[in-house]
Each structure stands twice: as C-alpha cells, then as structure tokens.
C-alpha cells in the first residue's frame, strides 16, 4: 500500500483517538479531587494526554525523517 | 510606576517594528527572495487563533470555570490530524480558481452565486466585528492596568482614562493604516501578503514568549512551581473548581463538548484562519508540520493558564481585580513593573494581529461580495463604461478596511465594554461554525445545490442571532429583558436560551446546537429538494474531483461560447491593469506554446482563464458575470453535460487505475531487479567457487606430483629421505581426499541431496567422543579442555555422524585458534524451553567484528598478518552452518580480538514439518 494512504489512515485514527482521549466518559476516570506531585490529577492527565498527541502526531508526520537516525541492529538471540 | 507617555511611545515603537517587519518580507518577495516560504512561518501564523482572548481572557476564565477555559484549545488539536485530508484539499481548491475568501469559496461552490456570496460575507461581518472590538478592549483594558493599576498612578487618573480612549483609537487607526498597506498591495487578492504573514508570524512568536515569560515568573519566582502553587490554593473557597470538571466548577461535560466541537470548527472557518491557512498558503507541504506545530503551539500557551489564575485568586482575594488581567496585574503587585510591560506588549501583539489579519479577510468579502456585485448591477451602464477600475477596486477594499475598524471601535464603547473576553469570543465563533455545513459538504459531497447552502446558512445564523447576540443586546438594555425571561412575543418556546423548550444547557451550548442542527438539517434537506444548475454541477465536479485536476485541465468546458481577444483583454485590462493583463496573457501563451497576439478568436479555456484572473481581482461571482457581459456563450444541454461528467469521471478513474497500474509495475520492476541482481551474485560465487576449488586442489597435486617426481628421477635416495618424500605424498593425497570429500559434502547439502539417517541422539556423547578425537591435537598445543552439561539432557533428532562432524570442526578450530601454552577451550550445553544450545568456547585471537560475517562463507579463511593462513580448507565451517540448518537451528559466531570467540549453535527437541522449513 502506498506510504501515503497508510499516512493519512494513521492520522484519522490519531483524530479518532484525540476525540476518546479529551471526551466524556474517558475524561471522567480523572474527574477527582486527586493529586499527583501536588497537582490536581484532571490538571496533570489532560496536558499529558495533549502531549502524548502532538508527539505521535510528529511521529506520524516527520516518520521519515526520523528513520534516517542511525540505529543499532543486534542479532536477536534464540 | 510607569508614565503614561512611555507606554504609549513602546506601543507606537512595537507598531513600528511590524511596519518594519512587513516592509522588509514584502521587499523580499519582490525580490523573489521569500523570507515566509517556509513551514514553521506558516505555523506560527496560524498561530493568529490565539488573540487577546487567549492572552487575557483564558486565565479570567479559568478563575471562574477552573479547566473550562481548555476545549477552545483543544479543539484545535483534535481536528488538526485531519487538516491533509480537509484544509489541503481547500487549498488546492483555492489556488485552483483563484478564490480570496470563505464567502467566494461557498459562493463558487454553488454556482458562483452572488447572492450566496453576499449573505456569507454579512454573516462574516456581523458575526465578526464584535470579536475585533474585543481585541481593543483588550488593549484599552490592559492600557489601564498597565498605567493605573492599584490607584497608584497620578492623581489625574480621571483624564488620564479620557486620554486613553483616544490612545485606542490612535492604535486602532494604525492598525486600519497596516492593513491598507500592507492587506490591499495587489489587486489581485489571491497573490499572497508576504509582509502581512511576516509580521503575524512575529507577532506570535512575541505573545508565545510573554505568556510563558510571566508563566515562568509566576509559577517558579513567586511561587515553587505547580505542586506548591495548587497546595497553598487549598485555602481558596473555590479550589474545588480547579480540580474537577462539574456543574458547580461552572463547566459541565455538555459545555465541554459543545465548545470542543465549536472550536474545532471555528479554527478552520474563522475569516482570518481561512485566510492565514488557506489564501496564504505558499506551499501545500507546509501544512504537514502545521498539523504537530500548531497544536504544540496550543499546548505551551495553555500549561500556565491554570497557576496563574489560583495565583491571582490567591493574590487578590475577594474579586478586586478582573481576573482578566490577571497576567499584568501579578508582577505589578510585585513591583516589576518591566515584566508587566513585556506581558503587555504580549498581550498588544495578540489584539493586533487579530485586529488585522481579521479585517483584511473581512474586506475582501466586503469588496467582493457585497460592494462590487452591487455596483455592477446597479449602475452597471457607468462600471462598464470606465475606463480604468484598478484605482476605485482597491478604494472600496481601504474604505472597508477603515470602516470595519471604526465599526469595531463603536462597537466596543457601546457595547463591549459590559462583557468578558470570552463571552464576547464564543459568539463570534459560533457564527463561523455557520460556513461549516456548506464548506464540508461542498468538497465532499456532490449532491449540495445553492438553494440547500442558502436556506442552511440563512436558518443557521438566524437560530445564532436569536440565541446569542439578541439576549445580549437585551440585557446591554437595548432590547426588552422579557425576550429573555418569557420568550419573543411571549411564547415560552421562543425563549432564546431555552430554545425550543431545550432546557438544561447554557447559553453557548444551547445554540451551537440549534443553529447547526437547522443549518445542516436545511442544508441536506433542501439540496435534496433542488435541482442544481449546470454551473453548480460544474462548479461541484471541480470543487470534490480538485486532486485530479491539474489547473489547465481545471478550466474544461460546460460552455461554448466564442471572443475576441481584444475584448477579453480591454476587459481585463479596466480590472487588473495594462501590465498584469499583458504579463498574464504571456504566461498563458508560454504554457500553451500559442502566440495569443496572432490569435482573434480565442476558445472557452482561454475566456476560463480570464475568469479565473478576475475571480482574484472581484470575487468569482462578478468575475462570471462580467465575463458573460462580454461573451457570447451558450450554455450546452444537461445531457451533454452529463455526457461530458461522465467521460470526466471515466478518465479519472482510468487516471486512478493506470496510477495503481504503474505503482504495481514500479514494484513488480524493483522486485525483479533485486532478483537479478541476487541471481548475478550466485552467478559469481559459482564461478569463485569453482576457480577457488580448483586452485585448491592443485596445490596438493602440485607438491604429490613434484615428490613423486624427485622419486622417480632419483632412484638412489636413502632410505630416510625416501620415506619422509612418501610421507608428504600420502599426507597431500590424505588432504586432497578430505578436500573433495568436503566439496562432495556441500554440494550434497546445498543441492538437498544428501542422505541423513535421523536417530534419537544424547548430544553429550557427541561432544566427549570429539574431544577424545581431538585430544591428540590438544595435547600437540598444550590446550586444556572443559565440558559443562546439565545433568539430563533431552534426547534430540539428528544425524549423529554429521552432528558429530559439525563438533569435531567446532572443536579442531578452536584448538587451533586458542592461545598457545594457556589455551583452553570449553563446551557447555544449556536446556532452553524447545532447544538445546551449545557453546564452544576458546580464549584465542578472536575474530574481528568484520569478519565474524565472513567465516561461514566458502573458502573463505581469514588472514591475520601474524598467524598467516590457517591451515584447513575453507569449507569446514560452511559445512557446519548447512548440517545446523538442516536441523533446523541456527550457527553464529560471537567474538571479541584477543579475547576468544564463542561460536554457538541451537537444535530444537523437535522437527517441524519439512515443508515449514524456511527455504
């Protein structure tokens, strides 16, 4: 398949996954008064979840370019 | 305290700097040098969402609703994975037919109506202008924190606060001054504002640097980052509302979701995000790094909204100051007064660029499709008359510039100055979300006609109008308050926020839902309801088949229609002017390889591209109707349209299929070059193979036959010297036995020939009988040698002579290779799940790691300069990896020079099938 349809599927995907991550009920597992390190937990999960999008989104995006990082190739032990 | 005089040069020098800015990006364009040309120039221009509603308005919000201040964000970033598959397809559309604005873009779609054009570029205005005027509120606002915060100004703060409105004005004047000139250069509205884009992107950068600037203050200098800040907001009678989202925080989960939709909506059809993302789009790739960009963008403005909000409540208790300025009120309560003016300039570069970004979009829709369709039709006999209309066209885009600001300035006196930031900012992005159904079913769906975007539109905004700016206007007191609390006329149903009887859902909610429901609900309907024209049709192939077309192709026909080239040209000419007519009549003759001076009549696709030159200039709807004043054009049948769609379609998917075709042969061609290419390699080995078997067997011949010779000719040798010449003959022939035998060995393998007697075998006899067959090479080299086995060892399936043959050449080499006086050299065997492992160990030179690939290829010995050639054929260990192979495991060799090497190998308990056998 081409590299760009595959593309463009994954990045549907991220949309359908953004939209579960920051909607009612997912967003209710993290409505209580908890706090991690101090900060209120709702306040820590939404910034972290919008994180975890923007780097998948570059890792879907810049896929490429990143390949072109030089990489270890062990062979695997049975 | 600073002077009121030194905070009104800054911003006039920070205003200055843009001029600056854009000068210098427009010199550069002109120059073909382009400084915006580039992906990150692009995101930071979208940036252009974020205004001083985010800048101020975000922490107001999070002091009273704690998170609600979020969904506008995160909106954005939900819809932004989709931008390659919606906004790059509206920019190829854009670029396509010259289209300016949201307004021409909807007008276009459907039939290049007027009508549809003109009722977008209301909704646009209406809806918009509050949304400008909040931006000088904003400023005018911060200008009074910033000059006379606490009372602790000059005595004078009365006049000082009649001085500052005409300070707002003067900013809002300069303003309206940019966007003159740096919005309305060109005629054409579809060649790009590289001085504009230049300076919005700048502009982002400054506001992105002063949020997180007082963030970082806030949160690490006056407090001890996140955790202490929200520790010491527990005694905050409201803390509850930071930490969870519910009715009592003030944001519910409906609110939550209806302005997530809302501004994931509104960040692509928003006039001025459609003009940033779209019209000045220079290239379609910079979209991709928008798509990561953009929202990383959202998330670094957003992460210090939340503390600095519970700062300010826990500065300021009791609601003594606007938490709106929260952000200029924190370091001026601690006197630093410096920061409080980086944060203003901030705050400064977010109104300003809305300010302009906003009015120029909204003055191309003014001038195009409002103004100018109404010139033309009214006093059509006088437009067509004048000789030159270059100079009054960008008249009426200045004018609509300077009136939309001073619009935007009444309106903030008269109204604005009762409500917050976002309220106001919700509005207006609610009668953006009104372009969506039109816009999305428009390029994805054929079946929208004209009539079915007009009534979706005209139902939308009117639902939006009663819902939202009405009750406003009732409760600024310019309306009656019993439309609110009894309905219009009365009727409990007509009560705008309970719309319907809808109860239960606020303000904003309440009507993004009823206005998008009648809008897409119309929209479908009625398209279902109505026949399209045929340059709907047209205009509706074009618009959701624009990835198939190239530009030229674009321009096929649905008219027949004949000019003159002189007439097209006088006509173009009164719009764009000589030298842009002239210029683009070349251009056109250039890519068509014609010489349009030599040509009197001209064809349809000629007179489509003189359309499309004024749809840039007037907005499509005029272009076509000036064009038809002008050529006499007769519109072909609905069959023959059909017929010619039908064909279209044909080809388009034919182009589609012999695209597949050709990425299926692409393929299919790499494939079998790689199979040739392994079929050349196996090519040469053979042909290494052979001269390397041959030469090998010469050099034992060579020696037999010159021993035997020396025999021969010398009859009266000794006896001594006769039997040690013997001795050398029958080891060589030994040699060239074992050497064949080798050969014949791996050609058996390697051609599956070979005949294997499978038997249960204990592998430890294995391995004690080869090193009994070794001990006498062991002992020549003083080698020590160890064996570690588990106490049961698995029977396993092999064939014990070539079992036994792979050991004997594991343990020869390795004696052969160990160090000379301290050699040693062990074999452990490990039990694993479904295998057994055995690892033959030596403490000798160690093979390099370039090497260590090499060995078990054939012949292949590897030189080191100081131990010379081993002695041995080459094919031992090839041998080896094929008997292992056969029975089903896997050789390899690890090794580190002057170390040792470990060469190990597996053997499942059981065989697989022979025809799983990997090939």
Known sequence: MNIRARRLQKLVGLFVFAIVLFNYPVLTIFNRAIFVAGIPLLFCYLFAAWFLIVVLLLIVIERRSLLHMPRNIEKSEN | ?919
């Open chain 2, 1 to 919: 305290m600073l002077p009121n005089w030194f905070i009104f040069i800054i911003s006039l020098l920070y205003l200055g700097l843009l001029f600056a800015i854009a000068y210098y990006a427009d010199m550069r364009a002109d120059q073909g040098r382009s400084i915006i040309n580039n992906p990150y120039i692009y995101a930071f221009s979208l940036a252009v969402y974020c205004t001083a509603w985010t800048f101020y308005g975000s922490v107001g919000r999070a002091a009273s609703t704690g998170l609600g201040f979020l969904p506008v964000y995160i909106g954005p970033t939900i819809i932004a994975p989709l931008w390659l598959l919606v906004l790059r397809k509206i920019v190829r559309i854009c670029k396509q037919q010259h289209i300016t604005s949201i307004a021409d873009f909807i007008s276009s779609r459907y039939g290049k109506s007027p009508f549809l054009g003109g009722i977008v570029a209301i909704i646009a205005v209406v809806g918009i202008i509050p949304y400008i005027s909040l931006q000088l509120k904003a400023i005018s606002n911060s200008y009074g924190i910033l000059t006379s915060f606490l009372g602790s100004a000059d005595p004078s703060g009365q006049s000082l606060n009649s001085f500052f409105g005409d300070t707002a004005f003067y900013i809002a004047i300069l303003l309206a001054a940019f966007a003159i000139l740096f919005g309305t250069r060109h005629l054409d509205a579809s060649e790009r504002h590289e001085g504009l884009v230049a300076a919005i992107a700048f502009e982002s950068i400054i506001k992105l640097l002063a949020f997180l600037f007082v963030g970082i203050f806030v949160t690490y200098f006056l407090y001890d980052g996140f955790g202490d800040i929200f520790t010491q907001a527990r005694r905050l009678p409201e803390f509850a509302r930071f930490l969870t989202i519910s009715r009592d925080s003030g944001v519910d989960w409906d609110q939550w979701v209806w302005i997530t939709l809302l501004s994931l909506l509104a960040v692509m059809f928003l006039p001025r995000q459609f003009h940033v993302s779209v019209v000045e789009n220079v290239n379609e790739k910079h979209i991709q790094k928008a798509i990561w960009l953009f929202p990383l963008y959202l998330f670094l403005i957003n992460v210090f909204v939340l503390p600095i909000a519970v700062a300010g409540l826990l500065h300021f208790p009791g609601n003594t100051v606007d938490a709106d300025t929260f952000v200029l009120a924190l370091p001026l309560a601690e006197g630093h007064q410096w920061i409080a003016l980086f944060v203003f300039i901030g705050g400064l570069s977010a109104a300003t660029s809305m300010v302009i970004v906003a009015t120029i979009a909204l003055s191309i829709m003014v001038s195009n499709n409002l103004v100018m369709p109404i010139l033309l039709r009214v006093r059509a006999l006088q437009i067509s008359r004048s000789k030159d209309l270059t100079r009054p066209l960008l008249m009426i885009r200045r004018g609509s510039i300077i009136v939309l600001v001073l619009w935007a300035y009444v309106y903030f006196h008269v109204v604005a100055e009762y409500y917050t930031l976002v309220s106001i900012g919700l509005i207006s992005f609610t009668a953006a979300a009104q372009f969506a159904p039109a816009i999305i079913g428009g390029i994805f769906w054929r079946g929208g006609t004209r009539n079915g975007a007009l009534a979706g539109l005209i139902a939308g905004s009117l639902v939006w109008a009663f819902t939202l700016p009405m009750p406003f206007a009732a409760q600024a007191g310019l309306l009656p308050g019993s439309i609110v609390t009894e309905g219009l006329f009365g009727i409990s149903l007509l009560r705008p926020y309970s719309f319907l009887g809808l109860e239960g859902l606020d303000p904003i909610s309440n009507s993004v839902f009823w206005s998008l429901l009648f809008n897409t609900g119309l929209y479908v309907v009625v398209s279902f309801a109505s026949r399209a024209s045929i340059l709907e049709h047209s205009q509706a192939v074009m618009f959701i088949e624009s990835p198939w077309y190239t530009a030229r192709e674009g321009r096929y026909q649905f008219w027949r229609g004949t000019s003159s080239i002189e007439v097209l040209q006088s006509l173009l000419t009164r719009f764009i002017g000589e030298e842009n007519t002239k210029k683009a009549f070349y251009e056109y003759a250039r890519i068509h390889e014609t010489d349009w001076q030599q040509q009197q009549q001209v064809d349809q696709e000629f007179i489509s591209y003189a359309e499309q030159l004024l749809t840039g200039a007037i907005g499509a709807a005029s272009a076509r109707a000036m064009i038809s004043s002008v050529v006499k054009e007769e519109p072909i049948s609905v069959e023959e349209m059909m017929g010619i769609l039908n064909e279209t379609q044909q080809a388009i998917s034919q182009k589609k299929t012999l695209e597949k075709k050709s990425r299926e042969l692409e393929q299919a061609t790499t494939e079998l070059k790689q199979a040739n290419a392994r079929l050349l390699e196996l090519d040469r080995l053979k042909d290494d193979f052979v001269a390397t078997v041959t030469h090998e067997l010469r050099t034992p011949l060579t020696s037999v036959r010159a021993f035997a010779e020396i025999l021969f000719d010398n009859p009266d040798l000794n006896t001594d010297q006769k039997n040690n010449f013997l001795n050398i003959i029958i080891k060589e022939s030994e040699r060239l036995t074992r050497l064949i035998n080798q050969v014949l060995d791996l050609q058996k393998v390697e051609s599956k020939t070979m005949e294997w007697e499978l038997t249960d075998i204990d592998f430890s006899e294995i391995v004690v009988e080869s090193f009994e067959a070794c001990s006498q090479l062991a002992n020549e080299k003083n080698v020590t040698c160890e064996t570690a086995f588990p106490a049961r060892i698995p029977r396993i399936p092999g064939d014990r002579d070539r079992l036994m043959q792979v050991m004997l050449n594991l343990i020869s080499n390795s004696i052969k290779f160990a160090k000379d006086d301290s050699g040693k050299v062990s074999v452990k065997i490990a039990v694993k799940k479904n295998h057994l492992r055995v690892d033959v160990v030596d403490n000798g030179i160690g093979i390099g790691k370039k090497d260590q690939q090499i060995v078990f290829e054939k012949f292949r010995q590897i030189n080191t300069p100081d131990v010379g050639k081993p002695a041995g054929s080459g094919l031992g260990l090839t041998i080896a990896q094929r008997i292992i192979e056969y029975h089903q495991g896997s050789l390899w060799v690890k090794s580190t020079p002057n170390k040792g090497s470990t060469f190990s190998f597996t053997l499942p308990f059981e065989r697989q099938k022979e025809n799983a056998l990997p090939t």
